[in-house]
């Protein structure tokens, strides 16, 4: 019964590649979110999504943009993939406010080489 | 601005002994604050939230509005509540977490 699927568990790029991550999520949440995962550093919010086409900012947007055509769909792009951006990336979803809390994705370990 | 403060970054424990998992936050409001879990090899997941005040696995955790803290704690550790914990709050629509604490329970 995987609620939020992330399309890749694993994926490896070339420097100054653009990276696509996809999201997709079942429970008809309106909250998409996209975290970076770092060892010592916890998870990071990159961008988040309340609703279809609204886009906003978290802590860390740098070299990051977000799309969201569809309601269950959140995409996470790397403009140009550089080797700071290697990271655990973690996508969730929630009813407003954080409802029930967030569920999340099994996450997708990029590394940009 | 909303900050989440866990302080240990490893903690071992024995099994049967007594967990504690601190957590200290700052934040204007009234806050809503979670635990998080994650097992080796598993997403990461909603151990308990606050405002439910109930307790999920044996663990429990009391907002100290005074102290700005939400410790988790169990009586007695089990090995298989190994794993990476995370602390967070609520503010508005988005979380914001704590940099987490890797718990490990010794045989």
């Known amino acids: 019964d995987v609620k939020v699927t992330q399309s890749s568990r694993y994926l490896v790029k070339r420097t100054g590649e653009k990276v696509f991550l996809e999201c997709v999520q079942d429970?008809?949440?309106?909250?998409m979110f996209w975290y970076r995962q770092d060892p010592g550093l916890g998870l990071r919010l990159i961008y988040f999504?309340?609703?279809?086409?609204?886009?906003e900012k978290g802590d860390i947007p740098e070299g990051y943009s977000v799309s969201r055509e569809k309601k269950e769909r959140f995409s996470l792009i790397l403009e140009s993939a550089s080797t700071n951006q290697t990271s655990m990336y973690l996508c969730?979803?929630?009813?407003?406010?954080?409802?029930?809390?967030?569920?999340f994705g099994s996450g997708t370990r990029l590394t940009v080489v | 601005a909303q900050r989440v403060t866990q302080p240990e970054k490893l903690l071992s424990v024995f099994k049967g002994a007594p967990v504690e998992l601190k957590c200290n936050y700052s934040y204007s409001g009234s806050p809503e604050l979670f635990w998080y879990v994650q097992y080796s090899r598993q997403r990461l997941q909603l151990l308990l939230r606050h405002i439910s005040r109930e307790s999920i696995k044996g663990f429990t955790a009391d907002l100290n509005k005074g102290e700005t803290s939400f410790h988790l704690k169990k009586p007695f550790a089990q090995e298989e509540d190994s794993a990476m914990y995370y602390c967070a709050l609520q503010d508005d629509e988005k979380l914001t977490f704590g940099t987490g604490t890797r718990l490990t329970i010794i045989p």
């Open positions: 999504s309340y609703d279809v086409k609204m886009k």
């Open positions: 969730a979803s929630s009813l407003p406010r954080g409802g029930h809390g967030y569920t």
């Open positions: 429970m008809d949440h309106e909250n």
